[in-house]
């Protein structure tokens, strides 16, 4: 049975107050908190088993390699992945995918060639490929959204063309929530002989995923929004990508031997993981999958389903807020506006007098929020430990805010 209330003790932060009030921390989407075993698996690591990782022979980095080794294995059970080495360690997602663009795409695409992206895209989605349309003529082709904020993926698929190289897709939207039919997608791409990257920055955080069965050839997370450390994440790379790929940054580790006219690179993922990397950072997050798992992402997304219902439910009844995106089934992720001339920043400082933690802002989405004609929203991103009487705590200081901006 999933108890959010045992849950909820997991997490140290959530009994606090902010501003007299208790802390309704709805920023989810931006980082989640993190449970108590990660913090102590974190102090753990420092007070008691710190030490570099992969070069030493003594006690203390034998143990910190195998601790920090063994998370490669989890994200791997995490994801549905057969082979760890599969599985590349890093930062999070936004060196996951420039990793992608400097390693796999700068050698493989030429002026001309395309890169299928979706509106809603995370600037991490965009950046990277606009380095490519910049210094290598690369042609960057666009998918609207519906007016609910869905994504037809038969529209993506219509938008492959013989010269389309790689399609680089969310598999949830920040901003609306929207779930996209990564699957679909995928299978039809790879049919095309096109490479495809999906970026499960929300997406792993709301739901089971299967890369297997998603058939995709990159996908990247980012461990600080799984409830584990920031400065922590993976992407995973199909084998048959991973052997074009060349390295991406040069150090220690991602070789085997350097000599004044030659260097010989390491085997992968090792070829792609240069210098000293986030030890403790990586650990935590091995603890935080472990916590996700034992949970079961299942019994997460059905518990933030019911959230997410609630939630529609109740914003229905206010007539005079605006909420961006109404796609069917997607995550409980809200990003809304108000009647009027309020400011999102106003609307969530308003919401911070009275303990509730939003996102204001663009939300590093800026061609979703050109396509919506909005220059900001407020966001609500519920996770695994939030409740119902959170979503009311919600609804009554927008409540306030509505008759404060009325």
């Known amino acids: 049975m999933y108890d959010v209330n045992a849950i909820r003790a997991d997490f140290p932060i959530l009994s606090r107050e902010v501003n007299g009030k208790p802390l309704t921390y709805l920023d989810n989407g931006a980082s989640a908190q993190k449970p108590k075993v990660v913090i ?45 080495d599969e599985i590349v360690l890093n930062s999070g997602t936004t060196e996951g995918i420039n990793m992608v663009a400097y390693s796999w795409a700068m050698p493989q695409l030429q002026a001309g060639d395309e890169i299928v992206l979706s509106v809603m895209e ?45 399609v680089a897709i969310t598999q949830c939207s920040n901003v609306l929530g929207t779930v996209v039919d990564v699957k679909t997608i995928c299978h039809a791409a790879r049919e095309r002989g096109i490479a495809t990257l999906v970026d499960g920055s929300q997406g792993s955080v709301h739901m089971p995923v299967d890369v297997t069965d998603m058939g995709c050839d990159f996908y990247a997370i980012t461990g600080h929004k799984l409830y584990g450390p920031s400065g922590s994440g993976a992407i995973y790379c199909r084998k ?27 085997d992968p993922p090792m070829k792609f993981e240069a210098g000293t990397p986030g030890i403790v950072q990586t650990i935590g ?26 939630a ?5 009844g206010l007539n005079w807020l605006q909420v961006q995106g109404n796609a069917p089934g ?40 050109d396509f919506l004609g909005l220059t900001a929203t407020c966001r609500a991103s519920f996770g695994l430990y939030n409740t119902t009487d959170e979503i009311d705590t919600l609804v009554d200081a927008l409540e306030l805010a509505h008759e404060l901006f009325a």
């Open 330 to 369: 997607k995550a409980a992720i809200f990003s809304f506006t108000l009647d009027g001339a309020a400011h999102a920043h106003d609307i969530s400082t308003i919401l911070d007098k009275r303990g509730v933690a939003v996102r204001a802002g663009h939300h590093c989405a800026g061609p979703l929020m």
């Open 240 to 266: 048959e990508r991973m052997a074009q790929m060349r390295p991406f940054l040069g150090g220690g580790d991602m070789i085997r031997e350097v000599h004044k006219d030659s260097v010989i690179y390491n």
């Open 40 to 84: 102590d698996a974190v102090t753990r690591a420092y007070e008691h088993e710190y030490s570099n990782v992969h070069r030493g022979l003594h006690f203390l980095s034998n143990l910190a390699t195998d601790n920090y080794e063994a998370v490669r294995g989890k994200i791997a059970r995490f994801l549905n992945v057969a082979d760890e």
């Open 285 to 310: 997050f091995g603890v935080a999958l472990d916590y996700l798992m034992d949970l079961g992402m299942e019994n997460v997304a059905a518990h933030e389903a019911s959230l997410r219902d609630y």
């Open 122 to 166: 995370h600037h991490a989605n965009i950046v990277p490929w606009h380095f490519l349309r910049e210094r290598q003529g690369v042609v960057l082709k666009w998918v609207d959204v519906a007016a609910d904020g869905s994504l037809d993926p038969q529209a993506v698929i219509d938008a492959m063309s013989d010269k389309t190289k790689l």
């Open 312 to 316: 529609m439910t109740k914003f229905a």
